[in-house]
């Protein structure tokens, strides 16, 4: 199986940023895409961000484009989420994931990962 472990959350003011990381042990090397997905209280969980295995593809909603960068280091089994320019409403707890498929090169759908780590609270106050 694999592990995935997210850390960088904390509380920040509205305009600052955090830089989130999620590292991923066990069997890595069954892993292909990887996304980021956030739930805030009373909502569902919903996507974020995602990036292919080889970087070359990523894909964002709407609401974080142009402000939130997803990356990884495959040498590091570590995908990173720098969030810049924070809005109160980026509040959640914010999950990483992977997933093994080998068809797909990104998705944005939860339903395509397999493996998915604990969270993080992120908290962005005004």
């Known amino acids: 199986q694999v592990q995935l472990v997210e850390s960088g959350g904390g509380l920040v003011q509205a305009g600052n940023s955090l830089r989130l990381s999620c590292t991923t042990s066990?069997?890595?090397?069954?892993?292909?895409?990887m996304g980021w997905f956030r739930q805030a209280p009373g909502k569902e969980r919903e996507f974020v961000a995602a990036i292919s295995r080889k970087a070359d593809n990523t894909l964002y909603t709407d609401a974080v484009k142009g402000r939130f960068t997803i990356s990884r280091d495959n040498a590091k089994n570590t995908v990173y989420l720098e969030m810049d320019s924070l809005k109160t409403e980026d509040t959640a707890v914010y999950h990483c994931a992977a997933g093994r498929h080998s068809v797909v090169v990104v998705t944005l759908n939860e339903d395509d990962y397999d493996f998915w780590g604990q969270g993080t609270q992120v908290t962005v106050s005004s």
């Open positions: 066990g069997r890595t090397l069954i892993t292909n895409y």
